[in-house]
C-alpha cells in the first residue's frame, strides 16, 4: 500500500523495484466504481432529469425501454459491472500498445511490466473523483470537468472535443508513465517522454474525436 502513496509524489522510487499490478488496479477500480455509485445515490434526480430531457425526442417505443432502464435499481448493477470490465481492459490495451511501441525507440517493455506502469498511472487519473464528487455534489451537477473542454461553448467542436483530454490528473499520471519506461523499458528520458506524448497526442487529435463522432451518429 505505501507504494500508492509514493507513487504519487516519487514515482521514480516506486519504478526503481518489481512491482505488481494488483493493489493499484484494485484501489483505482474500487474509487471509479465508488465514485460512480456516490454520483447515482446524491444526484439521482439530476441525473433523471438530464436523461428524460435527452430522451424526449425519441420515438415512444424507444422513450419507454430508456424509462424502465432509468428507473430500474440495476441501473446502478450494469455501471458499476460496466466499469469492473471496461477499467482492467483499458489498461490491457494500453500496456499491449506500449509493449509493442517501446522498441521503436529503443525500449523494451515485457507486457507484465508495461501493465503494472499502467496501473499505477490509471489510479493516479482515478483520484480526480476526489475532487469532482464534492463540486458534483455542492453545484448538483452530475456531469462536473476539470477538463480545458470546459472553457468552449460548442462542446461537440472538434478542438473542445481535443481539450476535453487535457487536465491535471491526465497530464501526471502521463509523467508516471514516462517514467515508468525509462526505469522498466530502459529507455532515455527524452525517448520515455517522446513515446508517450506521440502516442497520446495522436490518441486526442484523431482517436478521441473520431470516437465521439461515431457517438455521436
Do not use: C
Amino acid at each position: 500500500m505505501k507504494n500508492l502513496l509514493w507513487v504519487l509524489y516519487a514515482p521514480e522510487k516506486v519504478f526503481e523495484e518489481e512491482q505488481k499490478p494488483w493493489t493499484p488496479l484494485i484501489v483505482g477500480l474500487l474509487i471509479s466504481i465508488l465514485f460512480f455509485i456516490a454520483i447515482q445515490i446524491f444526484l439521482k434526480q439530476e441525473i433523471l432529469s438530464s436523461a428524460l430531457e435527452r430522451i424526449a425526442e425519441l420515438p415512444e417505443e424507444q422513450q419507454s425501454r430508456a424509462l424502465k432502464i432509468l428507473y430500474s435499481p440495476r441501473r446502478v448493477i450494469i455501471g458499476s459491472a460496466s466499469i469492473l470490465i471496461v477499467y482492467p481492459i483499458k489498461i490491457a490495451l494500453l500496456a499491449l500498445i506500449y509493449n509493442i511501441a517501446a522498441p521503436i525507440l529503443g525500449g523494451e517493455l515485457p507486457y507484465f511490466k508495461a501493465f503494472t506502469i499502467f496501473s499505477f498511472s490509471r489510479y493516479i487519473a482515478s483520484l480526480s473523483a476526489i475532487i469532482k464528487l464534492p463540486v458534483a455534489i455542492v453545484t448538483r451537477n452530475p456531469f462536473v470537468r476539470t477538463d480545458l473542454g470546459i472553457f468552449f461553448s460548442d462542446k461537440t467542436s472538434y478542438i473542445a472535443t481535443v481539450a476535453s483530454q487535457v487536465d491535471f490528473f491526465t497530464i501526471w499520471s502521463l509523467v508516471v508513465v514516462a517514467i515508468g519506461l525509462e526505469k522498466y523499458a530502459k529507455m532515455k528520458r527524452e525517448n520515455a517522454i517522446a513515446l508517450v506524448g506521440i502516442l497520446w497526442l495522436a490518441y486526442i487529435f484523431l482517436v478521441h474525436p473520431l470516437m465521439m463522432i461515431r457517438r455521436l451518429r
